[in-house]
């Protein structure tokens, strides 16, 4: 799961700057206020990294993190990716709306005492100390006034982090973003082959 994560002002990467600045302008445009830094909550609209539906270029795009189930009504800010093929909601999406939402590290929260309901929060981080790109994926609407919303796909964590948490996000190193982006790549075979390093510290 993954409920939780925030994004730093002054990032090292240069052209992740010059990004998430043109997602500000579109949303300028728009009239819709992005966060573009601090702890952002589902909910929330969002810097995300997409292909352009008119040239196939990468840029970011203001959308908002999660949607209601058309279903069930649940808010749905995170999706599982060993299922994401199996559910109706993403058929179109695991291959032609793939996207990667950019940040500085995210959050979950261990139970340390039951009894008293207590728990410790966690900041989960690339040890290299670089953004992190979490995959998701996005849905668009009928509404040409409504943005596109997300969800990030997560799975199981890594052996030195599950005792804080079973589950985390899927994250893509930021060489293989293209490739993770390209609706030519196979959804399941990247999936079981990428590994960024994470590091966990209490807060």
């Known amino acids: 799961m993954c409920g939780r994560y925030y994004l730093e002002r002054q990032l090292p990467d240069e052209r992740l700057r010059r990004q998430i600045a043109r997602a500000e302008e579109i949303a300028k ?80 929260w261990k139970t340390v005492d039951r009894e008293k309901k207590r728990k410790q929060r966690f900041r989960f981080i690339a040890e290299n100390g670089e953004p992190l790109y979490l995959a998701g994926l996005y849905l668009r609407t009928n509404d040409p006034h409504q943005l596109p919303c997300f969800s990030i796909l997560t799975q199981n964590a890594e052996p030195e982090i599950r005792s804080i948490h079973p589950r985390m996000p899927v994250a893509v190193p930021a060489s293989r973003a293209e490739e993770w982006l390209s609706p030519e790549t196979d959804f399941h075979t990247m999936l079981r082959n990428l590994r960024v390093p994470i590091a966990a510290r209490p807060e």
């Open 29 to 108: 445009k728009l009239g819709v206020s992005i966060r573009t830094e601090g702890e952002l909550h589902p909910t929330e609209i969002v810097p995300v990294l997409a292909p352009s539906s008119l040239n196939r270029a990468i840029g970011a795009f203001p959308m908002r993190w999660g949607f209601s189930h058309p279903k069930r009504g649940m808010l749905v800010f995170n999706t599982r990716m060993e299922t994401a093929t199996e559910k109706a909601l993403f058929v179109t999406s695991v291959n032609e709306r793939r996207c990667l939402i950019p940040a500085s590290g995210y959050y979950e």
